[in-house]
């Protein structure tokens, strides 16, 4: 007799949460393996069955131990709460069978049963939080070095994602969700909606609603699943919603199309119309600069001079990309263009002006240098990947220069002399307009 091996994933804890499978298939094994607190939560289901039980450090002990059973041609169930292909033993198990030399055509077979993950329990118990895009992030760095841990929440605040935070807190790691929090309040309101949610669906259940700026004072286990909300998130009548729309932030590019949606047709700011929403808020707000314009959208300049150059119009703003190949011959024809400021950006806020002309521009390498009495400058050539011609009338005249993620590198702008732009030097970068761009893809 062939031996087989239920992964079994029997959710948040209550048997009316499990699935029909994962009862069918506890109830068809002849031994049940599982963490000692697992194995007391499905206790009415183990009648005649051999009960294997391990501790919390045994994972790899509890893989080996379902494999040598089912090499004596026993049915075996590996149990795990919620899911247990999120962070549970569903990984661990292939690893100690592929190790062992086991393949998926093995006469031993291995099926996983899939169930309500902690995240969706949790949710459940408290409103709507997870309407819209999630991620789940585990706190634990027992087998996760901090630094990965730290940059996946940064990148979840910043990309304002709804965040579950699993393996929040225990008794020797009290830190992380206080260095969690820390990092969240940078992306997000300190009044951030917050669900603290313990042992959902299990005897000791309790809910917390609180903010983000109170998270880490609250009490946390490791029991418990934290739910942090986006920026549309809010709490009304004691439930936690995350709206599935979200264009609140634009509701004046997207009010018209709000009200005339279209099932099944993107927003007008999706994919295809967004470039053409970001123009006309360019044309709307004149004033503003390329920085400016990308913070309000969230992306970098890069992308805001792509969706200018797109169109026809964009109020006073003006912007064309240089043909590929052709960077070094817009240096050249810098040199045209009279005396120039040089601006760099350092990403933490210093704003570096540099009065050059761009014949003193030497290209070494993969070094664009400028060195003067007054100060060097290098530049990393290498890194720069496409450059933009961007002006509005009357008012400036320049080239940016952007890296392969669309982050600014540096820009050179024409200088006024005596209040006003020469003509001369006018002419001379509309002529670099004319020789070197693309044409423009019209959206
Ligand atoms: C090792 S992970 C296991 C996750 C599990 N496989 C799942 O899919 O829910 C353990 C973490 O899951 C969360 N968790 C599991 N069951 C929970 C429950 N009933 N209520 C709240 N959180 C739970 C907690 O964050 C806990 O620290």
Known sequence: MNGKIYLVGFGPGAEEHMSFKAKSAIAESDVVIGYTTYIKLVKDLLDGK???????TEEIDRCIEAYEQ??????????SSGDIGVYGMAGPTYEVLLQAGWTPTDDIQVEIVPGSTALSACASLVGAPLTHDFCSISLSDLLTPWPVIARRIEAAG????????????????TQQIVEAQKILLRYRRPDTPVAIVKSAY??????QLVRLDEMSDCEIGMLTTVLIGNSSTFIKHGLMITPRGYANKYSSLTGAAKEGEKAGISLTMGLEGWYACLRQYVADNPGLTLEKIADYFGVVVGEVLSAIAAGESAGEHKAARIQAGKLNEVVSACESWGHLRGIV?????AVTELFLRAKDFQLRGDWLNIETDAFHCHINWSKVNAAYLACRTDKSY????????GHLVFRLLLMKENGEFSATKINAYMQTWQALIEEPNND
Do not use: C, W
């Not at 089912?70 to 049915?75: E, F, I, R």
């Open 202 to 207: 299990r005897r000791r259940q309790d809910i």
């Open 70 to 79: 089912a090499k004596l041609g026993k049915t075996i169930a590996l149990i």
């Open 345 to 349: 950006r350092a990403e933490a806020g």
């Open 50 to 56: 051999e009960v294997i039980r391990k501790g919390m």
């Open 398 to 405: 320049g080239v940016n220069f952007i890296d392969n993620k």
């Open 158 to 173: 910043h990309a304002d994602f709804v965040i579950a935070l699993y393996n929040p807190k225990s008794g020797r790691r």
